[in-house]
């Protein structure tokens, strides 16, 4: 295999969860009485941290933390269940396991739903480790150091998993954001053109190199086991 170690986003990687994310997003406007934003602004909130895009939408640090908690209330209640694997993945993640390939989740959704979403879409047979954020509301599990954005994530994932040189991971996901986690770990990066984000905002924020993309599940197997040479 070309790779020991495959990390893989959840939200627009693993599952096709923009429904609900969006739903929940939008709820926290109306409940907070603030003008709608337009759609585009609107869907870059999947990706990063609820707290941290509310943040670059003008929110003042308590009204996002009151955002933040009235998305995660939403989110709870139904947006969590508007969630499902793209077609394949199973067996994509199926076979990597057979391979021997050691497999972890890195989001930056909190660790508590990421944990949830994982167990509920029965994918938990499949990694070694399942990264999400931590709460920055909350104090930070003893022992564990506090993961607020990909990056975190992503270094959290792979001193768990351990023994593997950096040009043997690879990280895989949808946005701009695991594209710019992946070059500040020095891991490799596969874009998944059939998740939320774009081929050239994944481009221009991998700098350490040039992006391996796929456009469905199925191509993933022959790049991480370096028998299909990537577009």
Do not use: W
Not at 81 to 100: F, H, S
Not at 152 to 162: E, H, N, S
């Amino acid at each position: 295999m070309k790779y020991e170690i495959a990390l893989f986003d959840l939200d627009g990687t693993l599952s096709e969860s923009g429904e609900g994310i969006l739903d929940c997003v939008r709820m926290i406007f109306t409940e907070m009485d603030r003008p709608m934003p337009d759609e585009k602004v609107i869907r870059s909130f999947i990706g990063p941290p609820m707290y941290e895009s509310l943040k670059r939408c003008g929110f003042s640090d308590e009204d996002a933390l009151l955002g933040t908690e009235i998305y995660k209330r939403n989110f709870i209640e139904h947006g969590i269940y508007k969630n499902k694997v793209y077609d394949g993945m199973y067996e994509v993640l199926d076979e990597l396991k057979k391979q021997g390939v050691r497999m972890g989740v890195a989001s930056t959704k909190l660790q508590p739903f990421t944990e949830r979403i994982i167990d509920m879409l029965s994918l938990k047979q499949y990694f070694d480790v399942i990264g999400g954020s931590h709460d920055i509301s909350k104090p930070v599990p003893d022992g564990e150091k506090r993961r607020c954005g990909k990056v975190d994530v992503m270094q959290y994932a792979i001193d768990t998993l351990r023994q593997s040189k950096n040009d043997r991971i690879v990280m895989l996901g949808d946005t701009k954001f695991d594209a710019d986690g992946a070059a500040a770990v020095g891991c490799d990066f596969i874009g998944c053109l059939f998740g939320y984000g774009t081929r050239e905002e994944m481009v221009s924020y991998y700098t350490i190199g040039t992006p391996q993309f796929v456009r469905t599940p199925q191509e993933i197997l022959g790049i991480i086991s370096g028998s299909v040479h990537p577009e």
